[in-house]
């Protein structure tokens, strides 16, 4: 027997049994090698594929992606339980094979007392409190892109993708390890890239390996990055050997816990994966959604008017008054969810409060993006841009299925981070400009780990007269 021939009955034979093991649970019929893939739909528009088989097979069911078997928890009950409990959903080959290959073992991909104790050492800066001191920082790099980005295109059509992609690295950085690199915008597009290759990598089944040129680039461009790193590191040894006072951030505590240096890396490059285009393209898409309804774009610059009137100082006290701010960042987030489905390994057979058993060894895939826009929860039209949906809602509603931060214990370290960087780019830039949409621009959307466009988000930038005249 050829060595290919043994590679195809090993295939049948892994298929056929995987096959076996989900007949219980609906799903379109797959086949070897493809799965269910022969549905062009699955690649031209994974996420209205997942949504036309949930209309069809309800709201568990099963897909193969190639030959990767997947249990979709469409059901909002069955994807808390799986969220919720680590020990039986782990975290499987997405994240310990390929993001972990490129990005290290930093807090996404880590698992059991390792994580915990890395979580524990780095939630204190991610409190609602200590993001707040940032504050005059956040205002000062945000005011700094707006004069330098965008006055020079006021009148013309500009890619927020650029503009807030550069502005959420330079965020990051100065927050997590207090320096802004000359070349952010090399660093930011690398960050990018890396999130790109990786979630493409994901979806497509395909193996990160250094074969592959692209992954190898990637990860000599990772290994600069880590080099541009080391004097910074250095800086901060040298700083706590001879007792000198230091910058209380996250860079700080790796070098008082005596990480090794690619124990630093790992944690850097993993928040920076995880928080770097998710904190961009949500800026964006609510920026966009803002352009294309003007009425709604106008309450929201009322509210800025109101609490902020021309100060640009924003203050913590501000933040919690900018509250309709706050629900078109939500509402955005629940139109475009960024991080648009988590998978986990189902380790043991378990029953699901809904009555479906998961066999042991199957992913399970759950999509926070479908989970969103459950007509039951609210209402018709579920396309429509209305902010106002999350009146009195503080922030995620597990309740109604809406968790884009995703749930429990693995949920996002970075969120207060990402809503109040959010909120001071987008609160800013509604005192000074008008957005208008282009009617020529359509997103082209590609969903990885993260659903970013791929042909930039692009608008029309005008002065607001108003904000210029008082
Ligand atoms: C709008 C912006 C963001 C969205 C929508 C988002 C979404 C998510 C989601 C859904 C998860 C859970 C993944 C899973 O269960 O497998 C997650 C985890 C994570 N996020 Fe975010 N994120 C955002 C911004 C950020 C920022 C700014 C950071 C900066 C540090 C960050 C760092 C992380 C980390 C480290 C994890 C893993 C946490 C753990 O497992 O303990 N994210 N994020």
Redesign the pocket.
């Known amino acids: 027997m050829s060595i290919i021939t043994y590679f195809i009955v090993i295939h049948v034979v892994f298929f056929l049994m995987d096959v076996i093991k989900l007949s219980k649970i609906p799903g379109p019929v797959p086949v070897p090698v493809l799965g269910n893939l022969y549905d062009r739909m699955a690649l031209t528009s994974f996420i209205g594929w997942l949504s036309k088989l949930r209309r069809k097979y309800g709201k568990i069911y099963r897909v193969f992606t190639g030959s990767r078997a997947y249990v979709v928890l469409m059901d909002k009950v069955a994807a808390r339980e799986a969220?919720s409990d680590p020990r039986t959903f782990v975290?499987g080959p997405d994240?310990k094979d390929k993001f972990s290959f490129v990005f290290g073992d930093?807090?996404?991909t880590?698992v059991g007392d390792k994580?915990k104790a890395?979580?524990a050492l780095?939630a204190k800066y991610?409190t609602q409190k200590k993001i707040e001191t940032h504050l005059p920082v956040l205002c000062e790099q945000t005011l700094q892109a707006i004069n330098t980005e965008m006055e020079p295109h006021v009148g013309q059509v500009v890619d927020l993708e650029h503009f807030f992609s550069i502005l959420?690295f330079k965020m990051?950085c100065r927050f997590?390890i207090n320096h802004e690199f000359a070349d952010s915008e090399v660093w930011s597009e690398l960050t990018s890239r890396g999130s790109n290759i990786i979630g493409e990598s994901i979806v497509l089944g395909i193996p990160v390996t250094t074969w592959i040129p692209r992954v190898k680039k990637l990860l000599e461009d990772a290994e600069r990055f880590h080099r541009v790193c080391d004097p910074l590191i250095d800086a901060r040894i040298l700083a706590l050997q001879k007792g000198e006072e230091m910058v209380d951030d996250p860079l700080t505590v790796m070098v008082q816990e005596k990480m090794t240096r690619k124990q630093m890396y790992s944690h850097l490059v993993?928040?920076?994966a995880?928080?770097?285009d998710?904190?961009a393209?949500?800026?964006c898409y609510t920026l966009f959604l803002l352009a294309k309804n003007p009425k709604i774009q106008a309450k929201l610059k009322a509210e800025v008017k109101r609490v902020l009137g021309n100060r640009t100082n924003i203050t913590p006290e501000d933040i919690s008054q900018l509250t309709y701010a706050k629900n078109c960042f939500q509402e955005s987030?629940r139109i475009y969810?960024?991080?648009p489905h988590?998978?986990?390994v189902c380790i043991r057979d378990t029953k699901l409060s809904c009555g479906v058993t998961v066999p042991a060894n199957t992913e399970v895939l759950?999509p926070?993006c479908l989970l969103n826009r459950d007509t039951d929860e609210w209402g018709e039209p579920i396309d429509a841009f209305d902010p106002d949906r999350f009146e009195g809602i503080t922030r995620e509603s597990p309740s109604k299925g809406y968790?884009?931060?995703?749930?429990s214990?693995?949920?996002?370290?970075?969120?207060t981070?990402?809503?109040t960087?959010?909120t001071v780019m987008i609160t800013l830039l509604a005192q000074r400009f008008t957005f208008y949409e282009e009617p020529s621009f359509k997103l082209k959307l590609k969903s990885g780990i993260?659903m970013v466009s791929s042909n930039g988000v692009k608008v029309r930038v005008e002065r607001d007269t108003s904000y210029a005249s008082s």
Request: aromatic share 16%; charged share 10%; glycine share 10%.
């Open positions: 969220l975290k994240y930093g807090l996404v880590s994580h890395d979580r780095f991610f959420a990051f997590a993993t928040m920076l995880a928080g770097h998710t904190t393209f949500c800026t987030l969810s960024v991080v988590v998978t986990r759950v926070i968790f884009p931060f995703g749930y214990t693995r949920s996002c370290i970075g969120a981070l990402a809503l960087e959010g993260t």
